[in-house]
């Protein structure tokens, strides 16, 4: 799929968010780009991956996508 291997191309020239915002469009197992992002210390792009692409699944992930993010999905947490 040309999307992953852009995605693939930004990622191997240091465009990590870019490559993430790729990568969330593609259906390339999830372990495999989560790597990309790990093994180059990228935590900002993997957030950005994850993010991403859970907002593509719909919103019954909503409180998965606040909880990736860091914010309390109910108060009292």
């Known amino acids: ?3 992953t291997a852009e995605a ?3 990622a191997a020239q ?3 968010k870019s490559a993430a915002s790729l990568y ?3 259906n390339k197992p999830f372990e495999e780009v ?3 992002f790990v093994d180059n210390n990228e935590t900002d792009a993997l957030r950005l991956y994850l993010t991403q692409k859970l907002v593509n699944l719909g919103r019954n992930v909503i409180l998965l996508t606040r909880w990736v993010d860091g914010r309390r ?3 009292g947490q």
């Open 8 to 10: 693939g191309a930004l």
């Open 73 to 75: 999905p109910f108060k």
């Open 1 to 3: 799929m040309i999307t």
């Open 24 to 26: 969330a469009r593609c």
């Open 34 to 36: 989560a790597l990309v």
């Open 14 to 16: 240091g465009e990590f």
